[in-house]
């Protein structure tokens, strides 16, 4: 496997220098950077071995190495100085290597972080199949197929008795046009270990399974995650138990929806479409917002989505004055989502599947200020998976 490389220096005879020792192959990759010369897309270069000379730049060496913290580096210095080597290791350096050093010992220092970097392509192979195969997003190490994983978990969990938690996130309305693209992710993954799991639910919307932990101990971890947002971002909690993976995600987005609910009644702002007075004419115009603002990305959203893995049947949508209407056609079963606001002083959803087999349909009803778009999403999500699963018992061909 080839390895790429990189040197660092302020000193162009080190690069002369240090070149004949790394045995290179024809197939490894090289690149020379004096320290005041570096691209500043370098962080792109994710496995990739940095050789630094640290020679009469030893901050610079130190900030480089906090900067590719996670890339094997060897620092590469003219003398034995105890005091900056320990401050080396301390920021991730793997070796501390110097030319007085005999060749066996020189070369035995080199090895170990180049066979860290052998593991690490390795690993960037098998994480690019599983981007590719979309089980995990192309740029984090976010799952992407939460049944699978969750599946797979609750079975090793059932069978070891260790403790879990899972959790369910969510942002409110006003911090998802606050936050930046993957900054959620980005947030949670950096606080916590990595036998923990992330996935994607829906846009914007996570389950994080913990182990070894309670629900109050994972309350807190969210407190110290939720610190670093400008905005807030709810989230739910259950103890991994013997529920099956429906149960566990009907649990934790009830408890979502309670923390996001509990925050809604508790804001100032709260209830802003009752202080309407009741008048008609106000509430037809704020389910329009509601239908413009909420329903119809929503819809979109969901609809892109699941377009491609509905092999078989197509997503369709419908809007019109006081409704919304999202269906989805099979060969010889159907699914129905339909929202309404009669009198424009609730709001009803009506979920209706149609197979060859049986007609099952179920209301929800909404107070106004109760529908927003992370409570739709998972209404949504819910009528797909159990329209599949009406599929799947009615045994046919998709």
Known sequence: MESRIILVS????????IRPQLR???????FLYNFEKLPANLHIVKTSLFIINSEGAQDKTLELLK???????VIFAYNEDNDFKIKTYKCGALAYITPLMPEEEFQARLNPP???????????RYREILAKNNLIMADNEVFIDYEYILDNELARIKD?????VLAAISPDEKTKFLIQPNQIETMILSNIRKNDILMNFAPNKYFLLLYDT???????????????????????????????????????????????????????????????GGNFKAFRQ?????????????????????????????????FGDGYGNLTIKGRHSAGNFKLTSPGFSK??????????????????TLEPEELEAGLLEDLLEQFIIEFKEEVNDDNSEY
Do not use: C
Not at 294 to 318: A, R, S, W
């Open 67 to 73: 900067m590719f913290k996670g890339s094997p580096a």
């Open 160 to 164: 070891s008795g260790i403790k879990a």
């Open 347 to 364: 709001i009803n959803i009506d979920i209706t599947y149609k197979s060859s087999k049986n007609i099952d349909a179920k209301r929800i």
């Open 114 to 124: 180049l066979s860290v970097l052998s593991l690490l392509q390795i690993n960037n």
């Open 214 to 276: 309670d629900i109050d101990s994972a309350k807190k971890l969210w407190t110290k995650i939720n610190s670093g947002f400008e905005g807030k971002i709810h989230a739910g909690f259950a103890n991994i138990i013997t529920q099956t993976r429906q149960q566990l995600i009907n649990e934790v987005l009830n408890r979502l929806h309670e923390d996001i609910n509990y925050a809604k009644n508790t804001s100032p702002e709260k209830n802003s479409i009752n202080a309407v």
């Open 10 to 17: 302020d000193d162009s005879d080190f690069f002369d220098f």
């Open 286 to 318: 704020e389910f329009k917002k509601k239908i413009d603002n909420i329903v119809t990305p929503v819809f979109y959203q969901v609809e892109q989505k699941y377009n491609d893995k509905l092999f078989g049947m197509k997503i369709e949508q419908e």
């Open 24 to 30: 290179l192959r024809k197939s490894d990759e090289v």
